[in-house]
């Protein structure tokens, strides 16, 4: 049984590219986060999908970055016109169901902005 | 003031060594929790649940104190390979689901 796969693992752009990062849950689970961690920091909460549907989008910044989760394929989160800041271990975690249930977490992908 | 706090560290501690990790949580709403592990540059991995009734994993046990809004983690007979940063998760359904997690407590287990 799989774990959470993400790929790529390390990713490498110049500012003003876009990034695409993939996730693909656990089998049989259709919940999907994505956080953020910056070196030396801890995980921020980006956005929680559902099949279809974007559930809670607090935690990401309203401009250049989107995600998405469609019936078919994997969770993409995009990030457009990329900046150093940028620069982060992005995890995506998956869960069965809300609330009550744990998070598990892909391996990240690592983006590095030149 | 942050919504899940944890004492940042480093703990530095010889091998056979108990440590206890505390955390505290603002929001009462909050409904289930979690401890995970980090190791450097990879991702979290689910420690253990944290349930009221306390709970325990061979060296590892967690405890859950609604009242105080206060979660706790103990390890026993600590080893090398408990070196780690130990994160506290809090899962709330108000306003949104949301998880956040603590900033982490980081662990130096030594010979």
């Known amino acids: 049984n799989a774990g959470v796969m993400q790929n790529p693992r390390h990713l490498v752009r110049r500012r003003g590219q876009e990034a695409r990062l993939r996730c693909s849950p656990m089998?049989?689970?259709?919940?999907v986060y994505w956080y953020r961690q910056l070196p030396e920091e801890g995980l921020k909460f980006m956005v929680y999908?559902?099949?279809?549907?974007?559930?809670?989008e607090s935690g990401m910044p309203k401009e250049r970055f989107s995600a998405e989760f469609p019936k078919e394929g994997p969770s993409i989160l995009r990030i457009q016109q990329v900046v150093r800041g940028d620069s982060a271990a992005y995890f995506c975690?998956?869960?069965?169901?809300?609330?009550?249930?744990?998070?598990?977490f892909g391996p990240g992908t690592r983006l590095t902005v030149l | 003031r942050k919504e899940v706090e944890q004492d940042p560290g480093p703990f530095n501690v010889p091998e056979g060594a108990t440590v206890a990790f505390n955390c505290t949580y603002s929001n009462s709403a909050s409904q289930s929790f979690f401890w995970y592990r980090q190791d450097c540059r990879k991702e979290p991995k689910l420690l253990m649940s944290v349930y009221s009734s306390g709970n325990e994993d061979g060296r590892f046990t967690a405890q859950l104190n609604r009242a105080s809004q206060y979660i706790s983690l103990l390890i026993r007979d600590s080893k090398l390979s408990d070196s780690a940063t130990y994160l506290c998760?809090?899962?709330?359904?108000?306003?949104?689901?949301?998880?956040?997690f603590g900033a982490g407590t980081r662990l130096f287990v030594k010979a």
């Open positions: 975690a998956s869960s069965p169901e809300t609330t009550s249930n744990e998070q598990f």
């Open positions: 998760v809090v899962n709330r359904n108000t306003g949104g689901f949301k998880t956040i």
């Open positions: 089998k049989g689970h259709s919940h």
């Open positions: 999908l559902q099949k279809e549907n974007i559930i809670d």
